[in-house]
């Protein structure tokens, strides 16, 4: 079959013409695009302000998380040490990223607001072993003015589980 | 005496239940579930939660006449009352109409629920019952979904009060149904909870010291329909759906209660599965749906850190850990010399710890070589117990009026809590109690059939109610006073009768004539071969009625003797040299000695060859109860490091020894006993995992009825029957008690008790604050003679061992003897006078 070979000129036009453009890509790393609001990244633990941990170890988000990603094993909180409001912590928590499927069940499981899928989404690893991201990775760091945990407090200051505290702003 | 029976229609389905049933229950063996939470099966109702409201429609009757009232087409009118009433309460009547599903019913519950909930803090997430909840499960079911109370005007109260060191309450999740309290009051009579104030301001406490104490004390927690009791073992330890379940045995006593092991993996413990809690399984006629403290927290010695996990050699005087193979070859070659050597055989000697599994091959390795196996017990009449032993079918829940039991030389509240709660509850029917001892037990206090008699002369008691039913005239010297003759009287004409015996106060020769005198009292008065006849050993052991079955023998003059004679030893879980500290001197010598073990104990240190074996949550097998029910366990987590079971370490060895043996399972070992053990016969796991419907039922979708202790799938055993028939004629023989020289100073008699301080119980932090200290239990009279004081250092010699304890002051002690608990520090074997000299 025969072409016409004005139509090549015409193609190669269009590539010649996109020469002159602006370039859509970034220059990742050096440059990141920024997320959508409701882009669901990494897992972060939120804090109170005071510095408490927001998580009270109930496992619900390993419960609901339908990749089985998510381990917490919990603990007694005492006034001597205190991890988090209420009586509960979470004193092991661990989420497999290998096998999170980021589709932010857990979030909605979670009674405190404690995770978050936040805008993180640089994961990778070269062992398995990495992709077990543990509480001290998790959690965010402590806000200004707050404490870190665990820490000592008032008797009965804070022995309510879902207490009646400012989120960090 | 069957009731009659009454025929109702709930919900449409005809039912017929005796009369008396309670409306709940009838509708629960139609499967028709009525929420409750004060409401337990096992207690007696008081109507408090008010949740099981329903309809309840009876027929008409004329006023005058009596006659039923007819509607036009010939049907019984029902007359449905204006209010809802609880089922809980109300016993059925004929022709009763109950609606359960009505709409007024469901209304009415679900204002209840919303009710019960305007004080309860809706604390799920953190809470232990979250996920096996009868309040969260009937919520869902039953409940309103919206509350119209607010939620801030919450009542708050005390969120961590410890009720003793093993549980604790949560006063704001309590629903005050006070099933913890009636079951304390009603079931094992501990009476240590209460209710205080009204209203909202109710709350349970505790008024014993040390909080909360008793025995059972775990089990309000399986029937708490809500988290206010959590135990302080499992207290956040893992949510219920995170748990996987197997079923076991509990391997503490000889009750053998039925128990599931909740099991996870654990980072914390390097990603392995670990026992988090200990739950009562249901087995109506061993434990119901109860288990005691010690089985239920005494489980960390499975876990512990000590354990052995690798098999360890003799070299240069030092044990050093090796690989199977090589231990294995040492052992065989260390054995195949010693048994070269002229002098002396073989000697095995196995206990109550190992599986039936374990020591039937145990047994027949050691035969093959011409050994000889000796059973590790200091009571003797397991033989007796076999031929005497209760009949199939035998079940204490079954004992009532007209029956009666004998309870001799033992403390069953101390030695097996459930058999002490058990016939507790039989008094309640109607049975009767003979309890003999030398000193009050607390099982007296259910019966007026005490028969005290100083120790050393237990046997004369049981000879003493032998003659008086057998009119023996060679007896006659054994007659005794007028309230043993009643009691005598009263065994004699029972419809049913048991026999318990136990060891307290006597030495091995002394519990043979025991067992033989309890036997003969039983075949002479006919209690022989039937169910709910028989004799039953109190054993400290598990299975130890297995081993006597398995053929195992215990040396009447102590391993000690029959030690000297051997050139080699092989131990499989049993430490005779934590007992008997003069064994160290014997195997000391050029004994090569084979130690199967879980720990290093004293025995194991001497050892030349040790093997780390399993425990019991790690492996299968079965135990035989002293009721003789043969009762299968399962493995819950993956063995520890490079340990074995015990049957299987036993074929290694005897193929290393050239001795053929080849079973692939502990299954296919069980087949081979069914073969060779009589009674066993017919015996296989299919048979042992044979399950069938219990009342009441347990389980189920709320876990409102039963509570959380678990159902049954998994087999409830098979008892093996007594080798004597009920109608053979049998000779009477008894042997005559042993006259003992009266010696100075007191006697000093070790007791068991239920917490010790061996490393089953101590392994468990938990149970800690309820050990007890080494200390001497002495009358106050002696201790005055003495010069002894509450609380004064004493010092006495036994065995040529001195030691140095405080003494307690005690009336419950007979005159004349010195308590000392076993295991709490200082081991004493048997009954030996002593001198007590007060340490300045």
Request: charged share 25%; net charge negative.
């Amino acid at each position: 079959m025969r072409k016409n070979p004005l139509q090549l000129l015409w193609g190669l036009w269009t590539t010649f013409r996109s020469m002159f453009e602006r370039p859509v890509t970034y220059q990742y790393p050096e440059i990141k695009r920024p997320v959508r609001e409701r882009f669901r990244g990494r897992h972060e633990l939120k804090r109170y302000e005071n510095g408490l941990e927001k998580c009270i170890g109930c496992a619900l988000c390993a419960a609901a998380c339908p990749a089985d990603a998510i381990f917490v094993e919990s603990s007694e909180n005492t006034d001597e040490e205190r991890y988090s409001p209420g009586e509960r912590y979470a004193s092991t928590y661990e989420i497999n990223l290998l096998r999170c499927i980021f589709c932010g069940y857990c979030e909605d499981a979670c009674p405190t607001e404690a995770i978050v899928l936040e805008q993180n989404y640089e994961v990778s690893f070269t062992a398995r072993r990495q992709a077990i991201y543990t509480k001290e990775i998790l959690l965010v760091p402590v806000p200004e003015n707050g404490k870190q945990t665990p820490m000592k407090v008032l008797p009965k200051s804070f022995d309510r589980a879902i207490p009646e505290m400012e989120d960090v702003k | 005496m069957t009731k009659s029976l009454v025929a109702l229609t709930i919900d449409g389905l005809e039912v017929t239940v005796p009369e008396g049933t309670l409306i709940v229950d009838a509708a629960k063996k139609v499967g028709i579930d009525i929420p409750v939470f004060c409401y337990h099966p096992k207690l007696h109702s008081v109507g408090m939660c008010r949740v099981c409201l329903v309809e309840i429609g009876r027929p008409a009757r004329d006023r005058s006449t009596g006659e039923p009232i007819l509607d036009e087409n010939g049907q019984q009118v029902i007359n449905f009352g204006p209010n809802l009433e609880t089922s809980c309460t109300t016993p059925v009547g004929e022709g009763w109409v109950i609606r359960v599903n009505s709409e007024k019913a469901i209304e009415g519950r679900k204002q209840i629920i919303e009710y019960l909930l305007t004080s309860h803090p809706l604390d799920c997430p953190i809470c232990d019952k979250g996920g096996e909840c009868p309040l969260q499960n009937q919520t869902m079911e039953h409940g309103p979904g919206t509350s119209r109370y607010l939620f801030d005007e919450k009542i708050q109260l005390e969120k961590h009060v410890p009720l003793g060191e093993l549980i604790y309450l949560d006063r704001e999740r309590c629903i005050q149904c006070s099933r913890c309290v009636r079951y304390q009051e009603e079931v094992v009579d501990d009476p240590v909870l209460g209710f205080t104030n009204r209203g909202r301001r109710l709350e349970i406490i505790t008024s014993s010291v040390p909080g909360f104490n008793s025995y059972f004390s775990g089990n309000t927690t399986d029937i708490c329909p809500v988290g206010a009791l959590t135990t302080a073992d499992f207290r956040f330890g893992a949510r219920p759906w995170e748990l996987n379940k197997s079923a076991s045995i509990c391997p503490h006593c000889p009750v053998g209660c039925n128990l599931t092991l909740n099991t996870r993996r654990e980072a914390q413990a390097e990603g392995r599965e670990v026992i988090k809690r200990v739950m009562p399984r249901q087995n109506e006629r061993v434990n119901e749906i109860w288990i005691c403290d010690k089985g239920r927290f005494a489980h960390h010695f499975a876990s512990s850190e000590e354990r052995l996990t690798k098999p360890m050699v003799r070299v240069n005087n030092e044990l050093v850990e090796v690989g199977w193979d090589e231990a294995l070859e040492r052992a065989a070659d260390g054995l195949k010399d010693a048994l070269k050597r002229s002098r002396g055989g073989l000697v095995g000697i196995a206990g109550g710890r190992a599986s039936n599994e374990d020591l039937f091959l145990f047994q027949r390795l050691i035969t093959e070589l011409d050994g000889q196996t000796v059973l590790e017990d200091d009571l003797a009449g397991g033989d007796l117990t076999a031929e005497f032993g209760v009949g199939r079918g035998t079940d204490l829940g079954e004992l009532g009026s007209g029956d009666v039991v004998l309870v001799i030389a033992c403390d069953l509240h101390e030695e097996a809590p459930i058999w002490w709660l058990r016939l507790k509850q039989a008094t309640e029917r109607g049975a009767q109690l003979i309890v003999a001892n030398a000193r009050p037990t607390r099982l007296e206090g259910y019966t007026d059939h005490i028969l005290r008699y100083p120790y050393k002369r237990a046997v004369h008691t049981a000879l003493g109610l032998l003659q008086a039913v057998s009119k023996n005239d060679d007896l006659t010297p054994f007659k005794g006073d007028k309230d043993l003759q009643k009691a005598a009287r009263l065994f004699k004409q029972a419809e049913n009768a048991i026999i318990f015996y136990g060891g307290e106060g006597l030495a091995y020769e002394g519990s043979q004539a025991l067992a033989q005198a309890c036997a003969s009292l039983l075949a002479v008065t006919g209690h022989v071969g039937r169910p709910n006849n028989g004799l039953i050993a109190v054993w400290t052991k598990a299975n130890t009625q297995g081993a006597w079955d398995m053929g195992l023998r215990p040396n009447p003059s102590g391993h000690g003797k029959a030690l000297e004679q051997a050139s080699a030893a092989y131990m499989m879980g049993v430490d005779p040299v934590a007992d008997d500290e003069s064994l160290e001197g014997i195997l000391r010598e050029d004994t090569f000695l084979i130690v199967q073990e879980l720990f290093m104990t004293p025995t194991a240190k001497m050892a030349d060859v040790v093997f780390p074996s399993r425990s019991f949550i790690e492996r299968e097998g079965t135990f035989t109860s002293g009721e003789r029910r043969v009762q299968r366990f399962y493995p819950a987590v993956l063995p520890l490091g490079d340990t074995k079971s015990d049957w299987r370490i036993v074929i290694s060895l005897a193929n290393a020894m050239g001795v053929e043996m080849d079973y692939p399972s502990a299954a296919a070992v069980m087949l081979e006993i069914a073969e060779n053990i009589p009674g066993y016969e017919g015996l296989s796991y299919q048979v042992l995992t044979e399950v069938e419907p219990q009342w009441p039922h347990v389980g189920g979708r709320s876990l409102a009825f039963g509570g959380t202790a678990s159902e049954n799938t998994q087999g409830l055993g098979v008892q093996v029957g007594p080798t004597v028939m009920p109608d053979e004629p049998i000779e009477v023989v008894w042997t005559a008690p042993i006259e003992e020289p009266e010696e100075e100073g007191l006697l000093l008699v070790p007791i068991n008790r239920l917490y010790d301080r061996g490393i089953s119980v101590r392994s468990s932090k938990v149970l800690h604050p309820r050990l007890d200290v080494l200390h001497l239990e002495l009358n106050p009279k002696d201790a005055s003679h003495l010069g002894v004081g509450d609380g004064a250092q004493v010092e006495f010699r036994v065995d040529g061992r001195s030691v140095q304890l405080p003494a307690r002051l005690m009336d419950s002690v007979p005159e004349g003897v010195a308590l000392i608990p076993r295991s709490l520090g200082f081991q004493v074997v048997r009954p030996t006078s002593i001198q007590i000299k007060l340490v300045e």
